[in-house]
């Protein structure tokens, strides 16, 4: 594109917006501008007009998407309006980048991503793991070799205790939210780990979804406050086993309330034929990362530790960044809709396998 500035609009003007997305623009002014934000809710365009200075605000995201000055959008709405917003802005020829999940089911993220390649428009979904120092790093000694041939790989992100509270959205509904922890963060870890072994093909899922402590008047401690147990239908704990194209395996486990020691925040273990790798990437604080390299020599076991990575308070914002670079630059982001497809693909195959007790094979 021209070397004028990035026209952004914001569908969704709460949290994640003012947390991520806005921000993350707003880091690299000299190359894009927040032209306006659409909302249902007069109270938090209210509040990104006072709090960032955006200049237009809509109650109807269609009148927003009629603005020339719009090149992209960031979908940072609730879950259900991200399949019809994302067809919207690409009718309009705007580029999007969609929060995640990219849809409430994979027949949607079809849609949305064949919706793009027809406008010729770049569908980007935020992914921001990908950003993580760790996860770069990791990534690197993986597509080196330093591990060899990766063959299982586990992945969780485990809370004790972690229930939305009442005040933020609509988590603890399926029809608003399309499932519970397994859509919530284990998507992200769902994608994490695909994208770290080269993206394989997943061929078959063997899944189990509980709803055992959200729906507890007295289910303990909550560290962000009382939830929404009486309405709770989705799942508070999710685990998968799924193979691999390449003979690879996966374990995946995620919980909002589970009876164990620790939090496991976005960790992943990744056992290859020459090394391993633990990685811990984040959700408790930039503090809480870690990466280990684990090998056995002839006289003993060896674990480096890689320090010394840069911080990254919010690796949203660089995601925002790559998108706007790909955009600018006609390039691919590192995070495609085929990416978000492909997570909400097995999503829906551990919820199908859940429900009838089956394993689920993919076509």
């Known amino acids: 594109?021209?070397?004028?500035?990035?026209?952004?609009?914001?569908?969704?003007?709460?949290?994640?917006?003012?947390?991520?997305?806005?921000p993350g623009y707003q880091a690299?002014?000299?190359?894009?501008?927040?032209?306006?934000?659409?909302?249902?809710?007069?109270?938090?365009?209210?509040?990104?007009?006072?709090?960032?200075?955006?200049?237009?605000?809509?109650?109807?995201?269609?009148?927003?998407?009629?603005?020339?000055?719009?090149?992209?959008?960031?979908?940072?709405?609730?879950?259900?309006?991200?399949?019809?917003?994302?067809?919207?802005?690409?009718?309009?020829?705007?580029?999007?980048f969609c929060e995640k999940p990219l849809a409430l089911n994979a027949a949607d993220a079809r849609e949305m991503v064949e919706a793009a390649e027809a406008a010729n428009r770049i569908l980007a979904v935020d992914f921001q793991t990908r950003f993580i120092p760790q996860a770069v790093a990791l990534k690197r000694v993986i597509?080196?070799?330093?591990?060899?041939?990766?063959?299982?790989?586990?992945?969780?992100?485990?809370?004790?205790?972690?229930?939305?509270?009442?005040t933020k959205g609509a988590f603890h509904?399926?029809?608003?939210?399309?499932?519970?922890?397994?859509?919530?963060?284990?998507?992200?870890v769902i994608d994490a780990v695909f994208w770290l072994m080269g993206g394989p093909r997943p061929v078959s899922?063997?899944?189990?979804?509980?709803?055992?402590?959200?729906?507890?008047?007295?289910?303990?401690?909550?560290?962000w406050g009382p939830w929404n147990y009486e309405d709770i239908d989705v799942d508070d704990f999710a685990l998968a086993l799924i193979r691999c194209d390449n003979g690879?395996?996966?374990?995946?486990?995620?919980?909002?309330?589970?009876?164990i020691v620790d939090d496991e925040y976005h960790r992943i273990w990744v056992a290859g034929d020459r090394?391993?790798?633990?990685?811990?990437?984040?959700?408790?604080?930039?503090?809480?990362t870690r990466l280990r390299i684990l090998s056995a020599e002839s006289d003993s076991w060896v674990d480096r530790v890689h320090q010394n990575f840069p911080p990254v308070a919010r690796p949203q914002h660089a995601a925002v960044a790559d998108f706007v670079r790909a955009v600018r630059e006609g390039g691919r982001p590192r995070s495609t809709g085929e990416d978000g497809?492909?997570?909400?693909?097995?999503?829906?195959?551990?919820?199908a396998s859940a429900d009838s007790g089956r394993e689920v094979r993919l076509d």
Request: hydrophobic fraction near 45%.
């Open 1 to 22: 594109m021209s070397s004028r500035r990035m026209g952004i609009g914001i569908i969704g003007a709460g949290q994640i917006a003012q947390l991520a997305h806005i």
């Open 28 to 96: 690299i002014s000299d190359e894009c501008e927040i032209v306006a934000a659409a909302d249902v809710s007069a109270d938090a365009l209210a509040i990104v007009q006072r709090d960032f200075g955006i200049p237009h605000v809509f109650r109807d995201y269609h009148e927003m998407l009629r603005l020339d000055s719009i090149d992209a959008v960031s979908v940072c709405a609730s879950n259900p309006i991200h399949h019809p917003a994302t067809l919207a802005a690409l009718a309009a020829g705007k580029h999007v």
């Open 143 to 166: 597509e080196r070799g330093d591990l060899g041939d990766i063959y299982f790989v586990r992945a969780a992100w485990n809370r004790r205790r972690g229930f939305a509270p009442r």
């Open 173 to 188: 509904s399926k029809a608003l939210n399309g499932g519970g922890a397994l859509i919530d963060v284990g998507v992200h």
């Open 205 to 223: 899922v063997s899944g189990a979804t509980y709803l055992k402590i959200g729906n507890q008047a007295d289910g303990g401690y909550n560290p």
């Open 248 to 259: 690879a395996t996966i374990s995946l486990e995620c919980s909002w309330g589970l009876n």
């Open 275 to 288: 090394a391993g790798a633990d990685a811990i990437l984040g959700g408790g604080g930039a503090s809480a």
């Open 341 to 351: 497809l492909r997570v909400q693909q097995v999503v829906d195959a551990i919820y």
